[in-house]
């Protein structure tokens, strides 16, 4: 994984932590990245981090998962 990449994640982190939700969107915005690189980033940190965001389907954001 690439510093750009990294970065990215921990941008996912800390937006999960403050504002509780994020979409690709929201990182195509914030890095000039495409679609599927934002899905791809999104992905990844699901696989790295399993029980840290779940997608809700009928707001089509992922959410910071509750803890408990």
């Known amino acids: 994984m690439n510093w750009c ?6 941008w996912i982190t800390d937006t999960l ?3 509780g939700f994020l979409n690709r969107e929201h990182l ?10 934002a899905s791809k980033d ?5 696989r790295r ?8 389907l009928s707001a ?3 959410e910071a998962a509750t803890k408990g």
Request: proline share 6%; net charge positive; no cysteine.
């Open 5 to 10: 990449e990294e970065q990215r994640l921990l």
């Open 17 to 19: 932590r403050v504002f």
């Open 49 to 56: 981090f399993p029980h840290a965001m779940r997608y809700n």
């Open 42 to 46: 999104l992905a990844t940190y699901q």
């Open 60 to 62: 089509k954001r992922y």
């Open 28 to 37: 195509q915005i914030k890095f000039g990245i495409s679609q599927p690189q």
